[in-house]
């Protein structure tokens, strides 16, 4: 088996080239140009919906929620929105885009650690399923606005456990030093639970967790879960509340290379409907809803970028390097996370390993480095480089750092390619400068 087929969902095709989606990968690159983000639709279906009937069979009530944080436009929520998912915002851009994309206000859960009037507003106008309250100034701010609109809106808190999950540190969101949500320990949720109770205008239906990304277990779930249902039942015992919702968030890992080892999707929700079911009975509670919020999960592994190879340098007994016509401006996260990847030439996709090379940005910094030491063919200018697990938090992240363009994205789904976000222009990179003369 060759190493494509073992650890990334796609194959070769009879020129030996990097297939996705039924789509030859050089055509692609030659029709729309690089850098170049493609995603396969029929992954991305693949991926939601083993979320949504694992739940289904298990006979759970819940809500899958897309992060649209991992990757956020108009056709990627229609996709998800066609497969019966809600939908996680966290500004009010990827707000606008959801709307623009017809999804089901219903279905839109606000999130945010710093969420401003107008975004508030904004969620309140269009009447979402639910903003996820993360502080006390924010409780200030809905009190006012659903006052002066003359509105009720659903909430969850969102707490910090102090979990600790297996991650990176700027990924770790659930310990109890974290800008997010109310501390779960020092008392600072039970002063919220008091606050959002009493409003008569608020409908406080739960309690909301999120213990990092890219997790390869379940166990920090099953600690987030007893935590969580501890606070829950103190509620019950001395309010008589009962929640309907217990939001466990997402972070569910993704492989990017061959030593990363992801559960089956399935196996992190049999575990959280196996734990919220033990817990609630545990504390003889009604068994409450439960929502995830899978983005990286959804995204992750659908996405490949495309890129032109250009220059080689070569530093004999060192190392050596090739530079693509992209790098952090399209993909930050070896540059912010050190994040590792996997990619292949894609027009040389069935030829032997000769060599390893380093992959470097076109970017005026040092650390634009995309894969480092990438076993390959013998590589020219004008190949085409294709990494890996780029759909979450590659297009999402992308800058214009020295002024380059923001890269097309291509959706392919049977075989048919469809462009989906368009290619910025030199124009596109200017159009809001002013002129000080």
């Known amino acids: 088996m060759n190493t494509i087929a073992e650890n990334h969902p796609f194959t070769i095709n009879e020129q030996g080239h990097l297939d996705i989606g039924g789509a030859d ?6 029709k729309y140009g690089t850098p170049l983000y493609v995603y396969d639709v029929s992954i991305l279906r693949d991926n939601c919906r083993a979320f949504v009937q694992t739940f289904k069979e298990l006979g ?7 992060a649209s944080k991992a990757f956020s436009s108009t056709a990627m929520l229609q996709v998800v929105r066609q497969e019966g998912l809600s939908l996680d915002v966290v500004s009010q851009g990827e707000l606008y885009t959801a709307l623009q994309a017809e999804f089901p206000a219903e279905k839109i859960h606000m999130h945010g650690n710093n969420k401003s009037r107008e975004e508030l507003e904004m969620a309140i106008d269009h009447n979402v399923g639910c903003i996820v309250v993360d502080n006390f100034h924010e409780i200030e701010l809905i009190s006012s606005l659903l006052e002066k609109q003359n509105k009720e809106i659903n909430v969850l808190m969102r707490v910090t456990p ?13 310990n109890e030093d974290s800008k997010f949500g109310f501390n779960l320990q020092n008392g600072q949720a039970d002063r919220a639970f008091l606050e959002l109770t009493k409003h008569e205008k608020i409908h406080f239906k739960g309690l909301h967790s999120h213990i990092g990304s890219q997790i390869f277990e379940t166990d920090g779930f099953t600690l987030a879960a007893d935590l969580l249902f501890k606070k829950l039942a103190e509620w019950n015992t001395d309010y008589g509340y009962i929640p309907e919702v217990l939001n466990l968030g997402g972070g569910f890992g993704i492989r990017y290379t061959k030593d990363d080892q992801p559960l089956a999707y399935a196996a992190y929700v049999k575990e959280m409907v196996s734990v919220v079911r033990e817990q609630a009975n545990h504390h003889n509670m009604p068994v409450p809803e439960i929502w995830i919020e899978p983005g990286r999960a959804i995204a992750g592994n659908a996405g490949i970028t495309l890129y032109t190879v250009g220059s080689k340098k070569e530093i004999p007994g060192v190392r050596n390097y090739i530079s693509v016509d992209g790098g952090m401006t399209d993909n930050l996260r070896p540059a912010l996370y050190s994040a590792r990847y996997e990619g292949v030439l894609a027009n040389k996709a069935s030829q032997p390993v000769k060599d390893k090379v380093s992959v470097a940005g076109k970017c005026c910094e040092s650390g634009d480095m995309l894969i480092w030491d990438l076993p390959v063919p013998e590589v020219a200018s004008e190949d085409i480089l294709a990494v890996f697990s780029t759909g979450a938090y590659g297009y999402s992240m992308a800058s214009h750092y020295n002024r380059l363009p923001n890269a097309g994205v291509v959706f392919v789904e049977n075989g048919i390619d469809k462009l989906v976000v368009r290619r910025e222009s030199f124009e596109d990179v200017v159009r809001n400068d002013l002129s000080y003369e």
């Not at 990968?25 to 030659?30: C, M, R, S």
């Not at 102090?162 to 659930?174: A, C, D």
């Open 25 to 30: 990968t050089v055509y692609l690159a030659k």
């Open 162 to 174: 102090g979990i600790e999950s297996k991650t990176h540190q700027y990924i770790m969101t659930g």
């Open 60 to 66: 759970a009530s819940a809500q899958v929620a897309y």
